[in-house]
């Protein structure tokens, strides 16, 4: 699932992003008013959690602006902890709304309940040959081998699985998995994809993880000519 955060606290916004990362979303950060808004009216995303103090446009105007053509499910994320502000949200369209500070789980609850609620359902089971991964049990498998993964491994595959037959390059995976700037002198992402292939597709006949050189990273089921 896609997830826009909006956010101008860099601190928070960090934190949510890995945070969310971690529990299995792809997630986009804006940390400003206007440049958020471009993002929620162009991109395609499955919910976004949104400030209401943000430098450029407020949360408001931009709820006001994504209702205009959109029913995205929208949780407004705010220090203001008024009745007013609290109306005032809901009643532009704002479908569930969170006063800071917060515990990350309820964060998490409640966007899995806005994305619930909705005509969207949330996919929280992906797969591919006989691999597969259970978001919410937090539960991958192999055939009938249970791997055992660290949290940035988890990630790192939900991400390859949900966008499996595309080639995800290096700067995508450690800004999705790592919420990081690639750089060049890092060869954080070449560790991790070799560990995951390690446990993922070394023990078995048919591999999945591949190795596009110069572009990136695939995860695909290929005949055995293409392999």
């Known amino acids: 699932m896609h997830l826009l955060v909006i956010e101008d606290e860099v601190k928070l916004g960090d934190y949510l992003r ?21 993002m929620a009216l162009t991109g395609n995303y499955d919910a976004i959690v949104l400030d209401v103090m ?33 109306v005032k949200g809901l009643e532009s369209g704002a479908d569930d709304y969170l006063a800071k500070p917060f515990a990350f789980s309820e964060l998490q609850a409640r966007i899995r309940a806005l994305l619930r609620r909705g005509t969207l359902q949330e996919t929280t089971r992906y ?13 991958a498998t192999r055939g009938s081998k249970r791997l055992e993964l660290t949290a940035k491994e988890f990630a790192l595959l939900s991400l390859l699985l949900r966008r499996q037959g595309q080639i995800l390059p290096r700067a995508i995976l450690a800004d ?7 750089d060049s002198e890092t060869n954080v992402v070449e560790v991790a994809v ?7 597709d070394d023990p078995f006949d048919v591999k999945l993880l591949h190795t596009v050189r110069g572009m990136g990273y695939v995860l695909e089921l290929r005949d055995a000519d293409s392999a």
């Open 54 to 86: 943000l430098p450029g446009i407020d949360g408001f105007k931009i709820l006001e602006a994504i209702r205009k053509s959109s029913s995205i499910p929208v949780l407004m994320l705010t220090a203001r902890d008024d009745v007013v502000d609290r």
């Open 18 to 38: 890995k945070g969310l990362v971690e529990s299995g979303f792809n997630v986009d950060l804006s940390r400003d008013g206007s440049e958020g808004l471009g």
């Open 194 to 200: 070799r560990r995951l292939r390690m446990k993922i």
């Open 176 to 182: 999705q998995v790592w919420g990081m700037n690639f």
């Open 127 to 139: 797969a591919l040959a006989d691999l597969q991964l259970d978001l919410t049990t937090r539960k």
